[in-house]
């Protein structure tokens, strides 16, 4: 075969053919905001870093780097976006890049529990053996890093609450990864200020360990409930059970069709997609009972097999 005639073969089959885009309707605007908190979140830790050795602070230390584990994990929400938006349209994705999202807030996941423990062994040991501390400098930095975290927080916050608004369905856990990662650092600057503070004015030296022991347990809780969420969906767990008995009740409404096998899973940022096995006395067209699904906007691929019944 020639290139001309695979070239009009190709083009008799445009009818059937289509993309595979399944990227979340705020893509490009999450992207840019990872970016921007990514430079905030950077410049802080290299401040907290060299202010924690120069004043012997361990909690701004330790917040330091903290913050630098939270960029990293940022660069990889960022490098997500990326990475799907330039390999949308590869063929060799069969779905698309719609899931790069769940994967990269999953390892985010597992980032966020490798903090938590890490920063339960510092308190831990913080508790055991008390090191002094500058206290008056290490609040107003830790003040600082409160200022610049609850910043990037709300650059990221309208749109996580926006998709979460309409429907868990919509919701894109690469910026909620991102959002968790940016709360995590607002959490322990607000702890590590109180804590300092506790130290400066009651003497209550114990309460910086404390603090972080408390924090850590809060991200191990944030992390859990984001790698249970991600996790369900790169393993294509059915996360709307409604859609399955929406299919089934509008295909079987029609003429005596039954379903005998259906397969709905999430496939990006608000879309779906389905396989489903008919059979019946009367068979139709695919794109019959293609059109039976038009009112549920939410399914963007749906492969449909057509069985008679055998009398």
Known sequence: MNGEDEFLKMDDLSPWCHEHVFLGANQQINERRTWIVIGLTASMMIVEIVCGLLFGSMALLADGWHMASHAAALGITALAYLFARRHASDPRYSFGTGKMGELAGYSSALLLA?????????SVNRLISPVPISFDQAIAVAVLG?????????LLKGKHREEHHHSSDHADHNIRAAYLHVLADALTSLLAIVALSSGRFLGWVWMDPFMGIV???????????????TGRILLDMNTRRSLPDDVRRLIESDADN???????????????????????????PPDHYKDLLRTLKQICHITVEVNPRKV
């Not at 096998?261 to 019946?280: K, N």
């Open 114 to 122: 490798v903090i938590a423990v890490i920063m339960a062994y510092e």
């Open 146 to 154: 409160l200022v610049v975290n609850v910043i990037s927080a709300l």
């Open 215 to 229: 924090g850590a347990v809060i991200i191990a809780r944030w992390s859990y409930n984001l790698m249970r969420d």
């Open 258 to 284: 039954q379903i005998a096998d259906l397969h709905v899973w999430r496939v990006g940022p608000g879309y779906f997609a389905v396989i489903v096995s008919v059979i019946t006395e009367q068979p139709r």
